[in-house]
């Protein structure tokens, strides 16, 4: 099945950029809803951003609304995550998801396949 590997982590100043990249191997992936969460240590996995397939549309968690950018380019099977603006509090482990379920939002639950996550650490 689908594989997803995330890429682009790392430390970087508050109010920083950093770009994370997520390749599918395998799968139809202009079909695939894709998302973005995040899990801090000791803190639940948590909705950052989420991407539909064809004619895409996006939703952003408020945490991130204006600061982050989720996009697709399915010639190369790859979503992104710009992320700006960096704040210590957007310290996690980022992690890439995928579901064939049209209807798939904002939950952990919704997807079905997972990354092995990316660190992005900010610092003060």
């Known amino acids: 099945q689908v594989q997803l590997v995330e890429s682009g982590g790392g430390l970087v100043q508050a109010g920083g950029s950093l770009r994370l990249s997520c390749v599918a191997s395998?799968?139809?992936?202009?079909?695939?809803?894709m998302g973005w969460f995040r899990q801090a240590p000791g803190k639940e996995r948590e909705f950052v951003a989420r991407?539909?397939?064809?004619?895409?549309?996006?939703n952003y968690d408020d945490s991130v609304r204006g600061r982050f950018t989720i996009s697709r380019d399915n010639a190369k099977n790859t979503v992104y995550l710009e992320m700006n603006s960096l704040r210590p509090e957007d310290t996690a482990v980022y992690y890439c998801?995928?579901?064939?379920?049209?209807?798939?939002?904002?939950?952990?639950?919704?997807?079905?396949?997972w990354g092995q996550g990316t660190q992005v650490t900010v610092s003060s």
């Open positions: 998801a995928a579901t064939t379920w049209n209807y798939a939002n904002i939950f952990p639950a919704h997807y079905r396949l």
């Open positions: 395998g799968g139809s992936f202009s079909s695939y809803v």
């Open positions: 991407i539909s397939g064809s004619a895409p549309s996006t």
